[in-house]
């Protein structure tokens, strides 16, 4: 009977396990920063070259895989010229990690403070604005139609974004996580019928992003000074900064319940 040689298949152990996930880690993080950014088409472009490299290994192209293989060990230095700033965004996405759950919660706190001061002055001076918080759908489209910021939030840039005359006065500003992404970006207005006639563009607009996706958008009349929010397609007139604090609380705190796990109070349609 001929004696059949197995493969030498390597042990796998808690090191090597640990090892494999924390790659898979890092590979995830910086793909989810370069998606959507030029850098994802220059690594469909890595991709490419790479695929043609095995084709010319495959079909015995000589001149081809050496001319590729000379460009290989300058390949990590042209990857760091190229992704330097998908790098630099990538650390930072590390340091400001949720490491035990600490981090996470001061972060969120501080957004959250920076979030309610500038509602507040908003609504104290009547300037109208209109901020949506992206959650699990994704705002890019929209983000596209404004102009890119990509900034820290803090009172003073969502005040200046929103100052009377301004640039960036007209259209929404847009945050994901920690960062004002857009500003001056146009949204869809609703076309429910039920609404009063007398919602100005504003709350429209803030109606029609919650009623495709599930972000949360915050308005300020510039008439009165009220403050409003919408959700889920449904808009909550007057509402005090405590009751905007404790649904962005709510929003953005990873251990709470998801908004259809408990119920919400009864949403009133109302003028600006």
């Keep these: ?52 490299y095995l084709i010319a290994v495959w079909t015995k192209l000589e001149l081809l895989r050496t001319v590729l293989a000379a460009l290989a060990p300058y390949s990590a230095i042209a990857a760091i010229v190229m992704f330097q700033s998908e790098i630099r965004r990538w650390l930072a996405r590390m340091g400001r990690g949720r490491w035990l759950g600490l981090g996470g919660q001061l972060e969120r706190r501080e957004v959250i403070d920076e979030i309610i001061a500038a509602v507040t002055q908003m609504a104290e001076d009547k300037t109208g604005a209109l901020i949506v918080v992206e959650r699990d759908i994704g705002l890019r489209t929209f983000v596209e139609s404004g102009v890119a910021l990509d900034a820290t939030i ?81 808009l909550e007139r007057d509402v005090t900064v405590e009751r905007v604090r404790e649904r962005l609380t709510r929003l953005t705190d990873v251990r709470g319940p998801i908004n259809g796990d408990v119920p919400e109070p009864k949403w009133k349609q109302a003028e600006p």
């Design 1 to 52: 009977m001929p004696h059949i040689t197995l493969p030498n298949i390597p042990k796998i152990t808690l090191g090597s396990i640990i090892d494999i996930l924390a790659v898979a880690y890092l590979i995830y993080q910086f793909i989810s920063i370069a998606r959507g950014r030029r850098a994802a088409t220059i690594l469909s472009g890595l991709w490419i070259l790479i695929l043609v």
């Design 154 to 234: 803090s009172r003073d840039l969502l005040c200046s974004i929103f100052q009377s005359g301004g640039a960036l006065h007209d259209g929404a500003a847009i945050l994901q996580g920690d960062r004002v992404a857009a500003a001056a970006c146009f949204l869809p207005l609703t076309v429910n019928p039920g609404l009063m006639r007398q919602l100005g563009t504003r709350h429209r607009a803030a109606i029609g992003v919650t009623e495709e996706t599930d972000a949360l958008a915050i308005v300020v009349s510039e008439r009165n000074g009220q403050v409003s929010i919408a959700s889920r397609g449904e």
